[in-house]
């Protein structure tokens, strides 16, 4: 039974050989020596060629019978890396099946006992030895690596700035009881009532496990974003809804979205606490998917998320103006573009974003804006953008997209 649900997790098979380090650009290199590490997790780093003087940095972890380098290896983190110049973090489990503890006592507390401590030891070894900026650490993964997405945000809000999962569970869902007979170690055992979505729970229970997890923590939490699909048979579908309930509670903010939209054919996104490229929590459901997440262009999603697409610290655009940045999806004869629109450091009432395409090429279907040919404007209710803050609209054409940086004009 183990052995069978560890396979359905398997959605990467690459192996990696690689050098040892000391890390160096643009290469994948393992770090050892890094700090406390229980569990004897293995460090894989990448660090891009270009990077600010204060870089931000992600961890990306891997699914269960994965690694980190296969995880480098088979998404999209790594060339995000080289667009926008942050550092990657790869951990890898090295027990039997090579899932994550996210079940045991020690593995779900501030100043844990369990793989947690050794992630965050890789964070703060990192932090001193490349300067990255504390205030912008991010994690994400994909399965167990997700699961374990929630686990760092409930045991850590001190270290991460916001979360990213693909296909996991709440913050506690999985949690073992002592002589669980699938696990003797108590760690990474495999729980059939959460995994099968059964394991349902009031937004204030679920948040309560997080809040417990590091007592008297007061200071910012973590935002969230989360993403499942819609069949998905190894980690049930109701888990997004109960990952949903638990992070509203923790930040706050009304279970009921404020936004609701479809970023590409079959993708609903639904967003909570404010229609923003960083809400403090955003869901994205995929239609007839399975396991197999993250799919193209998520990962892109995950860093807009997380803010990373801006390059950090920028300079904004003056007074009344606003900003429009493209990102594109294609494919022989049609294309995808999501579009962000910045406010400057006053609030806008409303805008206008021109775009140019190539000859023979058309608009044919748009979201969260009215088009007139290449010329989009606010739909009734995303005019409003606050200074310095940000919204998003999209639209599908035939042809090849737009390669001409778009204006943007306050209205």
């Not at 942050?86 to 090579?98: D, E, K, L, M």
Request: net charge neutral; charged share 10%; glycine share 12%.
């Amino acid at each position: 039974m183990r052995r069978a649900l560890l396979a359905a997790l398997v959605t990467l098979a690459a192996v990696v050989l690689l050098p040892t380090r000391p890390a160096a650009a643009a290469a994948l290199t393992e770090v050892t020596g890094f700090g406390t590490n229980p569990t004897g997790l293995r460090m894989h780093l990448y660090v891009p060629d270009n990077r600010p003087a204060d870089p931000a940095l992600l961890v990306a972890v891997h699914y269960c019978t994965g690694s980190g380098p296969a995880f480098f290896s088979g998404t999209e983190f790594r060339s995000l890396a080289d667009q926008y110049g942050f550092i990657v973090i790869y951990p890898s489990t090295v027990r039997n099946g090579n899932c994550y503890d996210v079940s045991s006592p020690g593995a779900l507390t501030h100043d844990s006992t369990s793989d947690p401590a050794g992630i965050v030891s890789m964070v703060r070894w990192v932090q001193q030895n490349y300067g990255t900026d504390a205030g912008r650490t991010f994690v994400t993964g994909a399965s167990s690596g997700a699961m374990m997405t929630n686990v760092l945000l409930g045991d850590y809000p001190d270290v991460f700035a916001a979360g990213s999962a693909f296909m996991g569970v709440p913050f506690g869902c999985f949690a073992a009881t002592a002589g669980d007979p699938t696990d003797p170690a108590n760690q990474a055992g495999w729980n059939s009532t959460c995994s099968s979505g059964q394991l349902i729970k009031t937004p204030a229970a679920w948040g309560d496990l997080v809040r417990a997890a590091y007592p008297g923590y007061t200071g910012k939490r973590p935002r969230m974003q989360v993403f499942h699909g819609a069949t998905d048979t190894v980690l049930a579908y109701p888990n997004l809804g109960e990952e949903i309930k638990q992070w509203t509670d923790v930040l706050g903010v009304s279970q009921t979205p404020v936004a609701t939209d479809t970023p590409q054919a079959g993708w609903t996104r639904t967003r909570y606490g404010t229609n923003t490229v960083q809400a403090p929590v955003e869901a994205i459901s995929v239609a007839g998917v399975g396991h197999s997440l993250p799919l193209t262009g998520m990962a892109k999603m995950a860093i807009s998320f997380f803010g990373l697409d801006s390059g950090g610290t920028t300079t904004p655009p003056p007074t009344g103006a606003c900003t429009a940045t493209i990102s594109l999806n294609s494919w022989t004869g049609g294309f995808v573009a999501t579009v962000k629109v910045t406010a400057g450091s006053s609030a806008l009432t409303g805008w206008t974003v021109g775009l140019t395409l190539p000859s023979g090429s058309a608009v044919t279907s748009t979201w969260n804006a009215v088009a007139t040919g290449s010329t989009f404007r606010n739909a009734t209710y995303n005019g409003q953008v606050p200074a310095g803050g940000s919204t998003e609209f999209g639209f599908q054409g035939t042809g090849t997209g737009p390669t001409a940086t778009p204006t943007c004009q306050a209205s």
